[in-house]
């Protein structure tokens, strides 16, 4: 049997982060979040981290990718610990810089290194929205027309 055929069928091999060989055989490391499934945690962690990793919907992941965004669109490069204020009571500090890597990872922010300041003044980075054309960003954040 080869590998592939050994995946279980809960991800596809796109969200496969590594392979690890270790006495059992080679086995597959999923990602952090399979598809359409919630934040994973590990079995370490305490309680309040699985109830946090639960409590992400994809509506609630989605919102806060959206809302990050457009405050991001209408001002410069700022620090990340200004979003987090910004969004203070709507969402915590830990998902507004979540929402902020996940908008990383798909293009639509950038980081400019250690050009900050941050809020114990100290260096850190800047992250800014970067511009398309809305009828191209909105697909990308769950908006549909």
């Known amino acids: 049997m080869s590998l592939s055929e050994s995946v ?5 091999m796109d969200s496969v982060s590594q392979i690890v060989v270790d006495d059992d ?5 999923p990602s952090i979040i399979l598809n359409d499934d919630s934040p ?9 981290s699985h109830e946090a990793a639960d409590s992400i919907t994809p509506g609630k992941k989605l919102g806060s ?3 990050v965004y457009l405050w ?9 610990w200004r979003a987090e204020k ?8 830990s998902r507004v810089r979540s929402a902020l890597n996940e908008l990383l990872e798909q293009g639509l922010v ?6 900050g300041v941050s809020k114990t003044g100290h260096r850190c980075d800047l992250v800014e929205a970067i511009r398309h054309d809305a009828v191209d960003v909105l697909p990308m954040l769950g908006v549909t027309e």
């Open 86 to 93: 910004a969004f203070e009571g709507k969402w915590s500090e």
């Open 72 to 80: 991001l669109s209408d001002r410069g490069p700022v620090e990340p």
């Open 40 to 48: 994973r945690v590990r079995k370490s962690d305490p309680l309040a």
């Open 8 to 12: 279980p069928a809960l991800f596809d």
């Open 25 to 29: 055989g080679p086995r597959i490391v």
């Open 65 to 67: 990718q959206q809302a």
């Open 110 to 115: 950038k980081r400019h290194d250690r050009a």
